[in-house]
């Protein structure tokens, strides 16, 4: 083990400050933690003009009290460091309910009032600060969109430091300060992203600086972190890549020393490692990258008791330190006597606003960490230079007659992009270790995967500097992304369809984000979230059950109907097509959902920019209804469902050419829904047209078919939908199995044809032709044993176009 | 930094193995590679009786070879660590792909021919567990259900750590032998889950030993810990609380003596510590318990080079080494060779049976990793003796006159199901640092949260042992449990509603889990995974928008419908039946939905049990249809929503009395569905006598509308069907504001009922009731901005038992 003096050795009893600005970085601190205690417990008499009275306490608290003097503590520190070193400095923070301190700094460096002018840096404005806090129709306790400077919702917890990595990357000049809270650091997700730092650039990205708030206590239990040995610790961060910087302790002129100390440490070593790695003869190894860990009492500077217990440094001060301040007169004596311990008088002035003294070491405009402009990345968003997806497209004479695997499509799509905005240095690709087995390795031509720990000889594509960013963990992908895209860059996650389910409830932490800043005018549009789903349920032959879920769709249609947004090109033109949309669209999440196994192409370039444009309609060329009205309607959605409607239409074709067949195909699933339900919705007369508003609907979908029942129920036609789509049916098999295995292959979909067409199970041909698809169904299951394939006539099945006219 | 002398001085280059165990072992060894690489190829002529043809080749290569030649490795060393220490191991395998490595394990030592009597242990038995391996209606690639000796399901990756943490706990002669792979360390989950040795009793848990094993690479990428110093991962391990042993190389001979002196040291290790735990004057210091690092090439055995490219020691091994054996004859000469390299006709006697050298060193009966009865918990499921719930529900004269919280309620309840479960150690319950918050706290008055890192004396309820886990990673809670319960226990995980999609993905691996499981007859049933889902959607007054997501339950009802269970209940005793319910159930995975805060109790003990036992019934005392047709149906499922609809209904009763109003309640979600879609379902003729088949039904929900609409689309009454619930719509309020916010307040209910009932509106005391409706939403929005609280009447409001008859 490593000797203890390592840690002591990096202690600074004695420290950088001289006294004016250990005075001024102290009133700093002493002033936010008034303005936070503040919020949590007063609406009125902000100032404490008049002695502390029933009405002055808000009559529900809510606000939590716990963290908030560390986060204090590190942004007072930090603006000091940032006027010393002239540094760029964003400010994550992971723990929860940090909110308060937030709104205190950035009120009290004035980035608050400027995009809040209703409440301005003066008394009336501290009045509204804190009445508004965790008040209905307020602001959140948790930082959230409506704190300037944040890109970080911190109510779940876990993504803090994977949001600060994505922030800094192709961001040489920015330091991301990264508060991780000891409760957080027990997450998987935050664990997973310490070993962000073997993919960090030194040279073209900026640093992450993480701080790591040892301040001992979740809501109810003590942290891990903070009850292991000083030893463990100090192993597991450098064990992580890190190299520890301690700041320990609780007396605040020792620790403001410590802390100055410690930020001035730590700033030189990431200019010093960024110099060597951007100079003429740069060094190629990794960095020990600092890391601060500040250990402190929880509710630091509150109260150290209330009614005899023991609260400050304990798991008690988590959130309201003093419960009953309003109704209890010695609970609101000693909220006086608290809040008088930072003495406001000096450091606000008559009018309310802080003073000279609590200013001093905060800096102006754009440095200050509220109004860090990369914190509002749509005012630093550049549209991507998209080339246009039609010159990329597959040219097939008729339908169906070529080949092509789409997302190898869209690779050679995504490579051209990769040189037009190689400049802009703002697209990633991000993935777990699957954008080659996903088809999209030309991307690979133009680019490499970054990776900045050992690079071996035998390693392909491997390289310092590169768009690609591969981890096998869907966490850090996905934080990653969300950090790049809220500090105003582009770029698209590639992931097998079922492991997306990973980070639903990431998904569901940005689409909240997204939902609040759509609503807030400062805060300016940023690129979609855009996922590529692939190596999808139908096609999981070798992997099996585990693989097979497509029900990632399922939570996204749960989102407000204004940022969610799903798609299911049949084909790789259609792909592109939906890939460009995706690219260029702002605030969105966005879902791709197509295959990489080579398919037919069954539009043209330009008939799958129409195609897509409309997000549903009839392929003409693939029904019998000649406009008419059709006896039976097929529907697909999904590459693998079109292929086997069509192959259902072949079926239908040559035993009842009789029958008027309509093909529609669904790409942008939220037409479905009413247009009073989503933007993208059909009205029902545009529904009832496509679709029909009596005649039978056979709907083969590429997941879950209540999804398509939930979109649908309101349509005329309701009740005539016939849904066939994945019921959890899977297993190593091959493609079609999987289809009869779920019901949704060609055979029974032309049963479902001739069991639901009002009177055709009458005519003798239809029963024979049902007889021969049963026959079917069991010469698939006889083949399959014996062969381990499929059978012939499937594999080699192909459309006939001539047959189209 | 730690000196490099300390790994050095771990490794054993002369090792432990005489002679005779060195040719059993490496026997062991070449027989299981073996038969893995055949199980990837072949699916005739599994001996190479004759030349290798064409046709004795798989048409379809789909198995994974990379990860297999390791775990074959560690398997034959523990078998021979078995016999030498007397242990009892279960085998958790982490990396994916790894089922033919545990086929083939299974197979020699007769613990698959026993389960699978068609798979006998002879040459016919061989060419069959080659020929369905992978294949269709065969095995799958990954560990799974149908693994004997498996609890993990390997396709999804990141959980074997925190499923063998699980299985050891209060299983104290049981080690765990868990190999993580070095693609699987990289994510959360996995992360996360190395501190689940804070947690583990030394005293009264077993012990896991974990096997890293560094083979280097995932699909196409180096992994981040075979790529950072030895200095740096001897720092992580210790940092995790490990004590690392070193199995670093290729050549076979030096391996074995290498990995034998490893398990015997960590076998003593684990002993030693174990015995200083359970003496008279146990120590208790948490254990550095020993890990294995085992570096060796990916692919290991297998070709060298193919087509002059690298494969062993390379991602190209990763899957099927040699790729075109069928078609290409000089590839299918290097697999002859590759296979033949093994000398089967030194492992194999004449029928095909794994002789003597092989067999060994193989323990046998329960012994064996793949016949451990822990690996088969149902095998060792012993029922909870559960207490009658009646006794200790809440006792209300009428409904609503008496307040209790469900979950404090429930508390009291689990308190007396852990007295009386205490000897047999078979209960635990996991939760993110919630139980005391979750107000299940009344379980501290007999047991404790476990906990094995630092106490001080300022803690409450932590202890070395004690039936509690808490710890801020739904993911470790997620695999604690599942473990624990595939091992043969029983548990519940309580969790913040909008937490739990935090685990979507581990929950849809265990209901693939279940659903296979349930199909093999050897899979005895085990206790159903209990979900307490409280802290919901509309009671999170403090921590606002981003803890409110009902959407859990969305993904639930994707699963198949034997092994979803989702219940609603809206009081306390009504919680209390149904929790006693599922705590008896097996094979299911129950998600119940209740809240924490007081609110009123509805219905007395036995009337719970019966309306449980119903799942969905009339509340008879708030109708007034009188048994006859109603004019309108008010439905709900939910604590809040019932809470609502019975304010609408006093409402409606006040200014409307001749409206004839139904109150229907739902319990048991699954109700809904038709019986043929769910067994829990109700048939159409039950449905229309609750809902009625043309009465405008009225439903405030719990969740999003659309999950009502999915599971009701196909009744009759569906078009009358109007649903509110959650639409998306938070922030920090109160909680009247949160209903009104998505327009499922009583005063919008009351709207609902005249709009939507058929001529009401037409009435003039009806349209006065509109208006009056409209003035008190004005009259909310205008009292909480000022109060920031709810109107008095509705905080005050109370449901009046005696306006019921």
Redesign the interface.
């Known amino acids: ?2 000797n203890t003096t390592t840690q002591a050795a990096t202690r600074h009893r004695r420290g950088p400050l001289p006294a004016d600005q250990l005075e001024a970085v102290d009133a700093q601190w002493r002033a936010a933690n008034y303005l936070t205690a503040g919020q949590i417990y007063l ?1 009125d008499n902000p100032l404490l003009a008049v002695p502390l009275d029933a009405e002055h306490i ?3 608290l ?3 009290w716990g963290t908030s003097p560390g986060l204090n503590f590190i942004y007072a520190h930090m603006n000091r460091a940032i006027i010393a070193h002239d540094l760029n400095v964003m400010y994550v923070i992971g723990p929860g309910h940090g909110g308060p301190a937030m709104f205190a700094n950035t009120w009290l460096e004035g980035s608050y009032s400027e995009i809040r002018p209703d409440v301005p840096r003066d008394g009336q404005g501290m009045r509204k600060l804190f009445q508004e806090f ?9 930082v ?1 969109p409506q704190v300037p400077g944040s890109i970080h ?6 993504y803090s430091l994977a949001h600060a990595y994505g922030a800094v990357l192709d961001n040489p000049d920015l330091i991301a300060l990264c508060v991780v809270g000891d ?2 650091a ?10 962000a730092n ?1 993919f960090l650039s030194a040279a073209t990205d900026g640093a992450v600086l993480p701080v790591l708030h040892l301040n001992g206590y ?7 972190l903070s ?2 040995t000083e030893e ?10 890190y190299s520890p910087i301690y700041v320990t302790g609780h007396e605040p002129e020792d620790m403001h020393q410590q802390m100055a100390a410690a930020l001035d440490r730590a700033v030189m070593e990431i200019r010093d490692f960024q110099v060597l790695s951007r100079c003429e003869d740069p060094v190629l190894h990794r960095a020990f990258w600092p890391l601060i860990v500040l250990r402190t009492p929880k509710g630091w500077t509150g109260p150290v008791t209330v009614d005899g217990y ?1 609260v400050e440094g ?1 798991w008690r001060s988590h ?1 309201v330190p003093i419960a009953n301040a309003r109704e209890n007169p010695s609970h609101r004596a000693q909220l006086a006597q608290w809040l008088q311990s930072y003495r406001p008088e000096e450091l606000f002035d008559e009018n309310g606003a802080p003073n000279e003294l609590v200013t001093r070491l905060i800096p102006s405009g754009r440095k200050r960490m509220g109004s860090n402009p990369h914190a509002n990345g749509g005012t630093l968003l550049k549209p991507l230079a998209l080339p246009d997806p039609g010159t990329f497209g597959v040219v097939t004479g008729q339908p169906g007659a070529v080949d092509a695997s789409p997302t190898r499509v869209l690779g050679r799509y995504l490579r051209e992009l990769l040189i037009r905005n190689a400049d802009s240095r703002n697209f990633r690709l991000f993935g777990p ?5 996903n088809k999209l390795g030309d991307v690979y031509d133009v680019t490499d ?1 970054q ?1 900045s ?4 000889p ?2 392909q594509h ?1 390289a310092r500097d590169g768009r690609v960013l ?7 992908c996905q934080g990653w992304l969300e950090g790049y895209l809220l500090t105003g860059r582009h770029g698209l996650f590639s992931c097998y369809e ?2 997306a ?2 980070v ?2 990431m998904v ?2 940005h ?2 984000w997204l ?2 800043s759509r609503r807030l005018p400062w805060r300016r549009p940023i690129a979609s979230l855009n996922y590529l789903l692939t190596s999808h349920v139908w096609r999981q ?7 097979q ?1 497509p ?1 990632f769709i ?2 996204i ?4 109907a204004e940022v969610a947004r799903i798609y299911l090109p049949p084909d790789a033109n259609t792909l592109l097509s939906v890939a460009a949309h995706c690219l260029a669209s702002r605030d969105y999440i966005n879902v791709i959902v197509a295959g990489k196994n080579y398919t037919p192409v069954w539009l043209n370039p330009e008939q799958a920019a129409l195609h897509c444009a409309r997000g549903a309609d009839i392929f003409e060329w693939a029904s019998s209804d000649a406009g008419a009205v059709p006896d039976v309607v097929l529907a697909c959605a999904g590459d693998v469902p079109t292929i086997e409607v069509l192959a259902t239409v072949s079926i239908l074709r040559k035993h009842l050419p009789q029958l008027r067949v309509r093909v529609v195909n669904v790409v942008d699933l939220f037409r479905l829904q009413p247009d009073s339900q989503h933007p993208h919705g059909m009205s029902d007369v545009d529904y009832d047209t496509l679709f029909t508003a009596d005649r039978p609907v056979i709907f083969a979908f590429h997941g ?1 078919p ?2 398509i ?2 979109l649908t ?1 309101r349509r005329a036609g ?1 009740a005539n939908l016939h849904v066939r789509g994945y019921l ?1 049916e899977g ?4 493609p079609f ?1 999987m289809l009869v295995l779920n019901k949704m292959d060609r055979f029974q979909l032309v049963i479902d044809v001739l069991e639901r067409t009002p009177g055709l199970l009458e005519r003798a041909e239809a029963q024979t032709l049902r007889e021969e698809m049963l026959r079917m169904h069991e010469r698939h299951h006889d083949w ?2 014996a ?3 499929d059978l012939p006539e499937v594999r080699d099945w192909r459309w006939e176009g001539d047959q189209t006219r």
Chains 1, 2 share one sequence.
């Open positions: 083990m490593m609406m808000k009559p529900r809510l606000g939590h965790s008040f209905p129709g307020g602001v959140p306790s948790h959230a919702e911190g109510g779940e917890l876990g409760g957080e027990e997450t998987g997700p935050l664990a997973a992203s310490w070993h073997k979740k809501i109810a239990n003590p942290t891990v009850r292991i463990e610790l100090e192993s597991l961060l450098r064990g992580y890549g023991q304990t959130q270790d699957e954008t080659e087995s995967k990776w720990a050992t690079i071996l035998t390693d491997l591969e981890v096998l963990s869907e966490h850090l079922a492991f389910h990973i639903d409830s569901n932490q689409a909240k939902k609040i032959d070798h992997n099996g059950f585990s693989h879920d029900g399922d939570n249609a749960n989102k407000r879950y209540a999804l029942h939930r129920y309701h959890e297993t190593t098999t091959t199995d399959i044993r062969h381990g394939e």
